[in-house]
Each structure stands twice: as C-alpha cells, then as structure tokens.
C-alpha cells in the first residue's frame, strides 16, 4: 500500500509541461512525479534531470538506457522503477526477446559484448559500496567512448535517487507497465510487489 499517495496532475498546473515529457516517453504521468508536486521543485528538478539523461541528442540508444536503468533498479530491488525502464525500453524500440533476457543479459545471445560491459557497470556502479574498479573502467573506455559513459552514469545515478524514493513510498504501479514486466519477466519470478494494488 502506498505510503503517500499520488496527487492528481492539476494540483501543479505549472508542472504541466513537465508532465507532458513522461506523457511523451511512457504515455502517462508517473505516480512518483505526482506524489513529488507536493514539492513542486524537485518534481521540477527530476524532470529536467529526467529529460537531461535521457537527451535523445545522446549517443547511448534510448532503449538501452532504459535497460542501465533497469538493472540499477534490479540491484536496488525496486519494482516499481523495473517495471517502468521495461516499459521505457520497449517504447523505444527494443525487442521482447532482449527485454526477457535482461536478467540474463551476461549469457544471452541478445546482448552483445559492448552491451555486456556496459551493463556490468552498471550493477558494479549500482553496488553498495560502489564495485566498480579501474580494471572495469579500462575496459569498459575500450568500447565507450568518454561521453557515453557519461550519459550512462548519470541513468545509473539517477535511478539510485528513483529506487530510494519509489521504494521508500511504495509508490503504486500504473497498469502499463506493471502488465509489460509480467508478461516479460513473470515467469522468471517477477511481481510488483509493494507496489502492486
């Protein structure tokens, strides 16, 4: 059950064009940005931030950056943040075979050796304390350029801040995309857990 429940879009019109971003890359407003308009700052802030890390300008593949943020969220244990980065990913072209496989992704004839190290990464960054180390480093810079890494890092730092604060609430989970990670990940044991309904 929620710890604080969502508050309907029009409490903060002025955080309307904020809204319209997730409306653009999910197709609704996400509940943890409508329980943050209490603050209306920092929704305005993780929107920005939101829209920042996830530049379509960037160089990493907009899906794949959803999967870095899936497999944040899968070290953090947040379902609520798996779900959505499974949904984000499929809205930006990625396929159900890669997003089944994504808790399989070091074996999985999906992921390639680039993607492999780049999620590697990400669950040693992820890690607490913090895994990663320079070997890691050095060969993740073989295959990714500076400004990659970069635009992955921030995905994994701010999915840290997403994890807490959605996992903290128990922050509902919209029907979309608690229905897409059942039907990708179900039999592999996933639930939506305090944030099912």
């Known amino acids: 059950m929620a710890r604080l429940q969502p508050l309907p879009p029009e409490t903060t019109p ?7 971003f997730f409306l653009g890359t999910l197709g609704f407003t996400p509940n943890s940005v409508l329980t943050m308009q209490r603050r209306p700052k920092l929704a305005q802030a993780l929107a ?33 943040c798996q779900a959505h980065t499974l949904l984000g990913a ?3 072209g ?16 999906h992921y390639n050796e680039r993607e ?17 180390t320079d070997e890691q480093f050095a060969t993740l810079q073989r295959h990714w350029s500076e400004g990659e890494i970069v635009e992955m890092l921030g995905v994994i730092a701010m999915f840290a801040f997403l994890n807490r604060w959605n996992d903290t609430l128990a922050t509902p989970l919209e029907a979309a995309p608690q229905q897409l990670a059942q039907q990708a990940l179900g039999d592999q044991g996933w639930t939506p857990g305090k944030h099912g309904g």
């Open 48 to 80: 920005v931030m939101n829209a920042a890390v996830m530049d379509p300008a960037g160089d990493v593949d907009l899906g794949f950056r959803r999967l870095i943020g899936h497999v944040v969220s899968q070290v953090s244990g947040c379902r609520y």
């Open 14 to 20: 002025e955080l309307q064009p904020h809204f319209d």
């Open 90 to 92: 499929k809205n930006f």
């Open 94 to 109: 990625v396929s159900d075979a890669k997003l089944a496989d994504i808790w399989q992704y070091a074996s999985s004839p």
């Open 116 to 132: 492999r190290l780049a999620l590697d990464f990400a669950l040693a960054a992820a890690a607490q304390p913090n895994a990663v």
